[in-house]
């Protein structure tokens, strides 16, 4: 009689189970950290607010986020039907995309996007297709060398974004390096700040020159854009005005992103940090080839008229100072300094006041 009984309780029990299956949907692009009980309230607002749902009903019962996405459990299939139309809605600056997990064998059902259902347009650089939205915030970097890691390349041209103010909100707009051989390829937080970073070509990183530029699947339409000179050159003259950033945002982003110390006018001279230690200064041999070794290095970044290095127990020891003939030169080499790493030490590189070098005020 048990036996007999099984084939019922096994079809019930897969009942069940399609129909979790048709109250089930996956959102995808979801931005990193997103919360569960997060994304579980906005979309139920969401719904109430659009009339997809009464304006008391909790539709979505639970959520489950995973890293790049998420799945929702709706009260009902219809609900779920419903909830389809979610489709585009903004994110904490994503678009998300809502659909039938892989799962569902159910026939598809007429459904509109959020901006059918809102008449709101589509964020600047967004699309729907989670493919192509990647795309967008893609470029490739040529001409790296095998000593560039995935981390270097990630914090230095982030923080080349940062310096001149190309980034749209604050902390490092790229998410993503991946290195292969002589060339790499970035990800970075938004396609508006993507389409900035084109504007790093040609930037000079441990003795090479960057290629910065769209990858070969990019079918958009042609980027207008400078290079790393045209940027340093209208950073440096107070004239940069990139997309919809005005002189004065970009130098409020360089202060909001850098420590008070390192903000400076242009100037000829140049300040470099964490590049000696104590023990370094102390063997008088050893200063001076860390003297030459620093002239002909930094020589390379145009006209160097001289060098300080303040000896142990001076002021300002374990920096060095580099006077240019020019804030240009000066320009050259800090992007050129800046991010480097020697003896396991990041090299901090910024402009230095020439009254107070003239004056030897190194502290």
Excluded at 253 to 263: F, G, H, K, N, T
Excluded at 307 to 314: K, L, M, S
């Amino acid at each position: 009689q048990q036996i007999a009984n099984l084939p019922m309780f096994a079809n019930a029990g897969g009942q069940a189970a399609q129909e979790k299956i048709n109250r089930e949907l996956f959102v995808g692009n979801t931005p990193p950290g997103t919360s569960e009980m997060l994304l579980l309230q906005f979309l139920n607002g969401a719904m109430r607010r659009v009339n997809l749902c009464g304006p008391h009903e909790t539709p979505i019962l639970n959520c489950r986020v995973n890293t790049k996405f998420a799945f929702i459990e709706l009260s009902s299939a219809d609900m779920a039907n419903r909830a389809l139309n979610l489709n585009g809605i903004p994110f904490l600056g994503a678009v998300l995309k809502v659909s039938r997990p892989s799962k569902y064998a159910g026939p598809p059902m007429p459904t509109k996007t959020w901006q059918d259902l809102t008449g709101q347009a589509l964020p600047t650089g967004a699309v729907l297709d989670s493919e192509q939205e990647k795309i967008n915030r893609e470029l490739f970097v040529g001409n790296t060398t095998p000593e560039m890691t995935e981390q270097m390349l990630m914090d230095f041209l982030g923080n080349a974004l940062v310096q001149v103010g190309l980034n749209i909100m604050p902390g490092n707009p790229i998410n993503a390096c991946r290195v292969s051989g002589k060339f790499a390829f970035i990800e970075l937080r938004t396609p508006q700040e993507a389409a900035n970073a084109l504007n790093l070509n040609n930037i000079p990183f441990m003795g090479a020159q960057l290629r910065v530029g769209r990858p070969s699947k990019w079918n958009g339409p042609p980027d207008h854009h400078g290079n790393w000179e045209d940027i340093l050159a209208k950073y440096m003259s107070g004239e940069l005005q990139v997309g919809n950033t005005a002189p004065g945002q970009a130098a409020a982003a360089v202060a909001q992103a850098q420590e008070p110390s390192a903000i400076q006018a242009p100037s000829r001279v140049v300040e470099l940090q964490n590049m000696l230690s104590d023990q370094d200064l102390k063997n008088p041999d050893e200063y001076n080839d860390i003297m030459e070794d620093t002239r002909e290095e930094c020589a390379q970044f145009g006209q160097l008229i001289s060098v300080h290095i303040p000896r142990a127990g001076e002021p300002g020891a374990t920096k060095i100072f580099l006077e240019y003939a020019s804030n240009e030169d000066a320009g050259k080499a800090i992007q050129g300094l800046a991010g480097r790493t020697f003896d396991g030490r990041r090299v901090e590189a910024a402009f230095f006041d020439e009254t107070r070098f003239a004056r030897k005020e190194f502290s």
